[in-house]
């Protein structure tokens, strides 16, 4: 899939899916359905309009692209949200953007979609433009609830990643650059990537989980996962996200690491020894790999 600026896009005659997207879930994949492009914005509007009140973000640019592009899209065009950006008038976004930039035939989006300055825009007025046709997607539910970004986000901090999996459509995934740790899990006998949480991103409640973990040549191995700031061993790093990986013993350090979240397994502890948190890291490896394998 070819990801473009919008001040880069070829003027064609395109099928636009419009919106931020953050985590690609269910009803945004119905929202695309049918789109040969997805129009969004970076950052999060919201990170410009009401940065107190920003969320934190399910995915990356990178990693929306990804799943996007899994959809079959052919081209994702980014908006490059600034305060100009959103000094434009709902007018302006269609004439200027939809119809001038992307000549959009076609126009899906999500019910409760606003745009413009104030978000003065709604679907409305993408109705009731004659130079496209729109299609307004209701909101999807889900075991009776409204599948959004920020009910995803609030299972995902809470530790419940099997249910936001399940609305997400795909894994919820933690990826970034390992970090020299201690040492300390290999030598109690589990090879450990330590990552560090990045800010403004969502990262899963303190707890062990049963992951994957994707390696940077793309092998992918079980993991056990810890989140939390290793209450047995004080090192002053706060909250860390360490991965534990099962049949693995080269170095990670410096290279890139994405890993799923499948399951939560337990909360954090202090344990009373050495030798039982080794007992209960073992535990955790084996519920790992049944979960993961």
Known sequence: MKVTDLSDAEPRPRRVAVGTFDGVHLGHREVIRGADTVLT?????????????????????????ELIGELGVHELVVVRFDEDFAARSAESFIDD??????????????ENFRFGNKAQGDTGRLLADERFETRVVPLLEVDGEVVSSSHIRGLV???????????????????????RGDQRGRTLGFPTANLLPRDGFVVPGHGVYAC???TADGAVRVAATNVGVRPMFVTGRGELVEAFLVDFDGDLYGTHLRVE?????????????????????????????????
């Open 261 to 293: 979240f499948l399951k939560r397994l337990r909360g954090e502890k202090r344990f009373e020894s050495v030798e039982a948190l080794i007992e209960q890291m073992g535990r955790d490896v084996e519920e790992a790999r049944a979960i993961a394998s």
């Open 157 to 179: 901090l809470g530790g419940a990643v099997e249910y936001a999996d399940k609305l997400l459509g795909s894994p919820f995934t933690f990826s970034g650059e390992v970090t």
């Open 41 to 65: 914005f970076e950052p999060h509007p919201a990170a410009i309009v009401s940065p107190a009140g920003a969320p934190r973000l399910l995915t990356t640019l990178e990693r929306k692209a």
């Open 212 to 214: 994957r973990a994707q």
């Open 97 to 110: 953007v939809l119809v001038g930039a992307l000549r959009a035939e076609h126009v899906s989006v999500g």
